[in-house]
């Protein structure tokens, strides 16, 4: 009995730790938008230079808090590429209520997710961007899970994005401790972090760890990554996000058209 009383306690215990900063989140935040989602902004933010504005090869890569009751959780991630000379952009990313969840279609690249407001993770311009959007495509294309969507524990946004990160290395990037689904077995349950500079090992998305230069060490337990980040003197909580003294996305220098 005392064996027993004791492994609650300190389930308890990690389940209090690990739902506290969703909870600070939701405390802070209120319990979400009232709006319905198709009255949600969804404009662009102007972050992006329009074709006209850049007539040179463009990647980016986005994150956004998740709509409703997922933003004290969770954000949403995309890929944006724009090839050189082209007069639109295409956004890659998966959205669960679409049959077909995978998309790739002409598309403001820096819209607002459903009324949060975006942040831009990574930017390539030039020959660089060029090499990476033929990665990219390719990557869009093998997505090993294009049929299938799961909120939690994935597969997920977060998992089409890392997936294509992964598949692309021009785009040496981390992606953020709450981007919920990114640890998702992809392409297998021994993988490379997406900045490959590391290791992960998960286990159906729930029970993982990964231990990498960029990202630091992360433990994901049932989805939620805590960890620390060396590189960037910073800690990682679930639901907050992750809190340095140097940016881990620190913005491009600007760039003259």
Known sequence: MFVTLKWLL?????????????????????????????????SSTGMAPTPEEASEALVQVYAARAFGWRSHFAVHTWVATKEAEADTWYV????????????????????????????????LRGPKAAEAISNIQKAVASYPYPDRYQAWPGPNSNTFTAWVIR???????????????KDYPA?????????????????????????????????????????IDPWHLGIKLPGIGQLSLRDPWPEPPSTSP
């Not at 209090?16 to 938008?33: K, Q, R, T, V």
């Not at 969840?101 to 993770?121: C, I, K, N």
């Not at 900045?195 to 989805?223: I, P, R, T």
């Open 10 to 42: 300190r389930t308890g215990f990690l389940l209090a730790a690990l739902l506290s900063g969703p909870l600070l989140m939701m405390a802070c935040s209120g319990s979400g938008s009232s709006l319905h989602w198709s009255e949600a902004d969804r």
């Open 92 to 123: 890659h990313e998966v959205m669960g209520w679409h049959s077909t969840p995978v998309r790739s279609t002409p598309d403001l690249p820096d819209r607002s997710w459903y009324g949060a407001q975006p942040r831009l993770l990574a930017e």
């Open 167 to 181: 598949e692309t290395p021009q785009l040496a990037l981390v992606l953020p401790n709450i981007a919920i689904g």
């Open 187 to 227: 392409p297998s349950v021994f993988a490379s972090t997406p900045s490959d500079s590391g290791y992960q090992v998960n286990l159906g998305g729930v029970l993982g760890a990964s231990l990498a230069l960029k990202e630091g060490l992360e433990v994901n337990v049932l989805g939620l990554n805590l960890g």
